[in-house]
């Protein structure tokens, strides 16, 4: 082993102090609580949702039946005939005579041994809840016999859990319900529909909803997983997506006014991500719009956010057919977003107030902005812009018009547009970002120099997309969301040009996704919110109304030292909150002194996030492995001093004094 010389072990001597000081050092920072740099959007932080990942059918949407109109292109997919002990029958599809739900089957008997009839598989699989009743609902009429009865049961292992039974049929289509208590808590349950007697029944609109969905509204939402969002206090909900907005084609587009009234009138049409991507095919994922607009909007009344509805101009997505419609006719587009503006804010004697009306809601949803296309880019989307802005500045000069500059953040379509956009004294431009960790902490400083007076910006579309594990398999990790912080300080600080911001996209099925990473994944049963959904928490929850300087010898911090900083005023709790990013794996230590209005001694809380490992995540098994834990700290002569951990997301709020 080779020794080290005395020269060697003297500048070691000297440098060991140096290092050891170096680890210690303390940041000086400096909150100026009397300078208000700009305001707050009230709903600066909010919710991007999309029927992506099983995100409605088979997710928010509580419905537990697949293809439960017999709608899709295999009109028996999700659905498999049941013909056991002797049982002898047919089944097969037939077509009403108009309507835009157009197939019901029929279930034909021969004989009344055994059992007869059809399964359904559900969204990946079906599961149920000890002591939780479940709502069967169908339409149904007889064809031929009479004294027919209809069952359903809930079963596992071939034992039933859960049944239920009707009859009366007529030979007029009406509606029947069946009320099963599930006995068993329970994911991969079969679901039977068997008739009972000779002769044919035909049966449509096989519809089956657990009894807790939010607020116990009838064919609601699923629980759990409205509560994540409402937990985070979002100040807009934008919907119904983004590229689903498009459509592979215009044919597949997104059309409001198909989605909203009673269930038969709501077209079931194939969803986009059905064949998007070659490596998650999903055949089975469909669109029933249980979710239409009018549930959006309830939703968003619901969560005390702002309905932000973003429709198309008139372009298919242009990573898919880039379908044009021509400009000349380009006027069921903007009559589109004219009447939807109506459904949501016009009296109850108005066409599509009324319709809102007779849905149950005669107050006005009190929409504010409305989306013109989605990362749509080339003169095309200007041209189209344009007549879309006239139209409704027309008739609604108090609406905010949200306009793409593209999906990318960066580039010559996003230069372009941007040029053609400040032209247009645009209101809000919306800009997506799915790009490394690295990026977000490098782009902290993004906004610091966009131009105060010209159109501002909505952080539409964002996620870290961390490749540690692999490149298919962008994991919600503890890196991810830690960069995400980092970026998000620059946001806030750059409240004057940032209005808006949501991470995207929103929901996925453990077992149903096309996209990752994603805020807040489940399964049948269960759901949890990830690293990232705990940092987006963390803002939304502690967004303030002011924006203060936290500065370092004057200058704001973004990376320097591995630290990011930002700080708001709330005027509403009377608090100065502040956000301090530390993405070294060593330790910090900061010094905060307040310069204003507070009388220099009390007590604040710290809401720490941290982890050691950046590949951390949360998920089903363990969905708080990486949480926000929350501690007090004292304020001594008007300073604070705190050692922030390492690879750490750090808020802190001081109450201020009157």
Not at 226 to 249: H, K, T
Not at 420 to 444: G, I, T
């Amino acid at each position: 082993m080779n020794k080290l010389n005395p020269l060697m072990l003297g500048i070691l001597a000297l440098l060991l102090p140096l290092l050891g000081q170096a680890q210690n050092q303390t940041t000086l920072l400096e909150i100026d609580l009397n300078e208000k740099v700009s305001d707050v959007s009230p709903n600066m932080w909010g919710l991007f949702f999309e029927d992506i990942n099983f995100a409605a059918d088979g997710g928010l949407y509580a419905e537990m039946i697949k293809n439960y109109s017999f709608e899709f292109e295999n009109p028996m997919m999700g659905w498999r005939r049941v013909e056991d002990n002797g049982a002898k029958g047919y089944v097969f599809n037939r077509n009403h005579p108009s309507g835009v739900n157009h197939k019901y089957l029929r279930l034909q008997r021969l004989n009344n041994t055994g059992n007869f009839g059809v399964s359904n598989e559900g969204f990946r699989g079906m599961a149920v809840k000890e002591g939780l009743k479940y709502t069967v609902t169908f339409i149904a009429k007889l064809a031929k016999g009479d004294d027919l009865a209809l069952s359903t049961k809930l079963l596992a292992g071939g034992a039933v859990i859960g049944e239920g039974f009707v009859s009366g049929f007529t030979s007029k289509w009406a509606e029947y319900e069946i009320v099963m208590t599930a006995t068993k808590t329970l994911d991969g349950v079969g679901f039977h529909v068997l008739l009972e007697g000779e002769g044919e029944l035909d049966i449509d609109m096989i519809s089956m909803f657990p009894e807790d969905t939010w607020k116990g509204r009838k064919r609601g939402l699923r629980k759990d997983l409205v509560q994540l969002l409402a937990d985070m206090e979002p100040g807009f909900l934008r919907f119904p997506g983004g590229c689903i907005v498009e459509g592979f084609d215009l044919e597949n587009r997104y059309e409001w006014k198909k989605t909203i009234g009673e269930m038969e009138e709501r077209e079931v049409i194939k969803n986009r991500w059905n064949i998007e991507f070659a490596h998650r095919t999903t055949p089975d994922y469909y669109q029933s719009f249980g979710i239409g607009f009018f549930e959006y909007f309830q939703l968003s009344e619901d969560l005390g956010a702002e309905p932000l509805p973003i429709l198309s101009c008139g372009l298919a997505c242009q990573f898919n057919t880039g379908e044009q419609v021509a400009i000349g006719a380009l006027d069921e587009y903007v009559n589109d977003a004219l009447d939807l503006i109506e459904f949501a804010n016009g009296p109850v004697d108005s066409k599509w107030g009324a319709k809102r009306a007779a849905m149950g809601h005669p107050e006005p949803f009190d929409l504010k902005f409305i989306g013109v296309g989605n990362e749509n880019w080339g003169p095309q989307y200007i041209e189209r812009a344009k007549i879309f802005e006239k139209a409704i500045k027309a008739a609604y000069p108090e609406i905010t018009i949200v306009s793409t500059s593209g999906p990318f953040p960066d580039g010559h379509e996003f230069d372009y547009l941007w040029g053609e956009l400040k032209e247009m004294d645009a209101e809000l431009v919306d800009e997506h970002y799915y790009r490394p960790p690295s990026w977000f902490r490098e782009n902290a400083r993004r906004y610091d120099d966009y131009d105060r007076n010209g159109p501002k910006v909505f952080a539409g579309e964002y996620a870290a997309h961390s490749t540690t594990v692999s490149e298919s398999w962008k994991r919600n990790n503890w890196e991810a969301a830690l960069s995400e912080a980092a970026f998000m300080t620059g946001l806030e600080r750059n409240a004057e040009v940032v209005r808006l911001a949501s991470y995207a996209p929103l929901f996925a099925h453990v077992n149903g996704w096309q996209w990752n990473p994603d805020l807040i994944w489940f399964d049948n049963l269960r759901s949890y919110g990830t690293t990232n959904y705990h940092v987006q928490k963390l803002f939304s929850t502690n967004r303030g109304t002011d924006v203060l300087p936290i500065t370092a010898d004057g200058k704001s911090l973004a990376g320097e030292d591995n630290l990011y900083a930002s700080a708001v005023l709330d005027e509403d709790s009377g608090e100065m909150i502040f956000k301090i990013v530390n993405t070294s794996t060593a330790a910090k230590k900061v010094s905060i002194k307040l310069d204003g209005k507070y009388r220099g001694n009390g007590e604040g809380v710290l809401i720490e996030m941290a982890h050691e490992d950046l590949e951390a995540f949360n998920s089903l098994e363990n969905p708080v492995a990486v949480e926000p834990q929350e501690k007090s700290f004292i304020i001594s002569k008007k300073t604070i001093e705190l050692e922030l951990k390492g690879q750490s997301v750090n808020v802190g709020k001081v109450k201020l004094s009157k």
